[in-house]
DNA sequence: GAATAATGTAATGTATATCTTACATTATTC
DNA sequence: GAATAATGTAAGATATACATTACATTATTC
């Protein structure tokens, strides 16, 4: 599984804890959603689409080669 | 948030059991996420769109009114 | 290059998605 | 309409997303 928040926050000139703010979680948990260390809610990224004006398809997908 | 699984599911002709088991959940994990009861993981979520031919912006989306 | 901002990450705690088992209700089929 | 399939849902257990706190590392700014 593979997400684009990482260059879509940068996009939208956020760092990792004004979007955590926006979406209300920590920076941590941003963090680790753009490791691709955490398998987010789908409230989580709905939150995150609408801050950084992108679509769920534009921001995550299965890698399923890994 | 909201959803359309279930006329996703129903167009590709499976019951919630045999969707359930495509995915990898067990059946009443279905059922509680096409009545809005659960907020799935986003793995979940792929694996669906996957199972019912759809993509996720299809459905899943948050509706602000509620 | 020193100060500061941004990011990575670890430990521990909490909330909740999901499982298991089970039974009740509703829809479908003969 | 009786039998069966499909769905709704509840109780208790488990795994993990996410919070909190804290510190280390990397990037940016003066």
Redesign the pocket.
């Known amino acids: 599984m593979k997400n684009n928040v990482?260059v879509a926050?940068?996009q939208v000139d956020?760092?990792?804890?004004?979007l955590?703010e926006q979406v209300?979680?920590?920076?941590?948990?941003?963090?680790?959603?753009?490791?691709g260390?955490?398998?987010?809610?789908l409230?989580?990224c709905l939150e995150i689409c609408y801050a950084v004006q992108k679509t769920l398809d534009e921001l995550f997908w299965i890698d399923r080669e890994e």
């Open positions: 990482k926050r940068v956020l760092t990792q804890a004004q955590a209300g979680v920590t920076r941590q948990t941003i963090s680790l959603i753009e490791k260390k955490y398998n987010p809610s409230k989580l």
